[in-house]
């Protein structure tokens, strides 16, 4: 539950690429939890904006800076 406060800074957004994924200390992948399609919530301030070749605007956010994934 987010409170009400809380809710007016939080964005919802479709993930439309996911990388790789890091690596443990052993070298072995970390596994992902999200996937190409999900619906994520994302802090108001975070993530690294881009701007690509076609004039779209994206903002690529590491995992770890998700809120939550919305089922």
Known sequence: MLPESASKKIR???VIAVGPGARNQDGKPVPIDVNVGDR???P???GTPIQLDDDDSYTI???SELL???E
Do not use: I, R
């Open 44 to 46: 108001e301030y975070g």
């Open 61 to 63: 956010f590491k995992e």
């Open 40 to 42: 994520v919530l994302l």
């Open 68 to 70: 939550a994934k919305v």
């Open 12 to 14: 919802e957004a479709t």
